[in-house]
Nanobody, 125 residues
Framework: QVQLVESGGGLVQAGGSLRLSCAAS????????MGWFRQTPGKECEFVAF????????FYGDSVKGRFTISRDNAKNTVLLQMNSLKPEDTAVYYC??????????????????WGQGTQVTVSS
């Protein structure tokens, strides 16, 4: 089992940048593929980014592609989400999630077994 804690959220102006961190506890962090999702009140949870166990492959939601970058440091049990060129539409609570499954769609929440508490990102216009 792994516990996840997000940090780094805050208030920024449109066009600015933020870096979110997800700190994981446990000895088996490298056995989990990791994802980032976001949720706005009244809307469905939206897929943001995914990274494989070793960090060799990444995938992004269409709305953030080219602006966000997911990375991981297995030695530090950390996953990062670098967010650049932020837009007001990026305002949401961002969640870090982990999956130990060997199959499943990385863009679906049901694929993930563990979730962090979320961190608020607000982008002003």
């Amino acid at each position: 089992q792994v516990q996840l804690v997000e940090s780094g959220g805050g208030l920024v102006q449109a066009g600015g940048s933020l870096r979110l961190s997800c700190a994981a506890s446990g000895r088996t962090f490298s056995s989990y593929a990791m994802g980032w999702f976001r949720q706005t009140p009244g809307k469905e949870c939206e897929f943001v980014a995914f990274i494989t166990r070793g960090g060799g492959y990444t995938f992004y939601g269409d709305s953030v592609k080219g602006r966000f970058t997911i990375s991981r440091d297995n030695a530090k049990n950390t996953v990062l989400l670098q967010m650049n060129s932020l837009k007001p539409e990026d305002t949401a609570v961002y969640y870090c999630a982990a999956t130990g499954r060997n199959s499943g769609n990385y863009a679906y929440t049901a694929t993930y077994d563990y979730w962090g508490q979320g961190t608020q990102v607000t982008v002003s216009s």
